[in-house]
């Protein structure tokens, strides 16, 4: 067994072995004490005219689908991009979880419009439509988007945007549109209602573990009281026999000696017999010697004589 001062040993000689290990990794110190840099990149797909991102977005565990269509021209290719360089004091990377985006789209009459379309499950009602722009005065611009019925959960933002209009990061008629999009949420929304969700969820887990418990102690005291009752008859059943057994002996009378019961005995036959009449004597056949026959008869006489003295008067 460990004593105090073994443990307290232990420990100091792992400090600095942690330490060191952080210090010689700066990316394993940034993932311990920051925020995690090292995400990875979005994957394209084409299916048709509509290009899906996949992406694990900013505070969140799984990752999501992004579709992104055009109408009024051609989709080109979809890439992602870098929020460094687009980082400012009107954006926020809190705000734009899902990152930004770089839309190229051709087969647009000159000067002409398109409508560019921007639908995901994680969107919702309240995420916002903003496009930048390096070329423009200002940089950053909320468009006002048309948020479309959903269909299956799936949220879909649509702009429309004019070819070398302000929006357009080339500036050039050219028939091709390049946009710089990124869907944004509200960080402290976001925040919010994750604290909001995740203060009543550890309430709601407490009840139902409260329930839970409840529940398992009233079945488990129901068992425990079956139980208990069915030992209590067992030994009601077992006490029972044995009660009935000393009552008896309690009120049975003494045991009798055996003389005195022989003699009661003898005296109850006598009593009995007194008032039967003696059998006929039964003489032998003629086949019978009459020296036997008469034998015979003088002894039943006797006997008769003492078992009939209790007659005479």
Known sequence: MQTPSNIRKVLWCCVPLLLATLLACPSALWAAFGEDQEKPAPTFTRKGETVTAKLLPRGKTSSIEIDFTVSGGEIKSVEDMDFAEAEGPDADIKDFRSGLFVIKAGGIQP??????????????QSTQFWVFNPNAPKRWTEVEAEHLEPR????????????????????????????????????????????????????????????????????????????????????????????????????APPPMDRGKAAAIALALHLHLM???????????????????????????SERLQVFSRGNRK
Do not use: C
Not at 165 to 185: F, M, S
Not at 276 to 297: D, H, I, M, Q, V
């Open 111 to 124: 000067g002409g419009n398109i409508q560019v379309s921007v639908a995901s499950t994680y969107f919702n």
């Open 152 to 251: 299956e959960r799936v949220e879909e933002l649509r702009v429309t945007i004019a070819d070398g209009g302000p929006l357009d990061r080339d500036g050039k008629a050219n028939g091709e549109v390049v946009l710089v999009v990124g869907p944004r949420d509200s960080f402290w929304g976001y925040a919010i209602g994750t604290l909001f969700i995740r203060f009543f969820g550890v309430f709601m887990v407490l009840m139902l573990l409260e329930i839970g418990m409840l529940t398992a102690g009233r079945i488990f005291q129901s068992i425990e009281n079956h139980s208990v009752k069915a030992k209590a008859e067992a030994e009601t059943a077992l006490v029972e026999p044995a009660a009935a057994a000393a009552a008896l002996e309690k009120t």
């Open 274 to 300: 007194r008032d039967r009449k003696a059998p006929p004597l039964r003489f032998a056949p003629p086949e019978t010697p009459a020296w036997s026959s008469e034998g015979r008869a003088r002894i039943m």
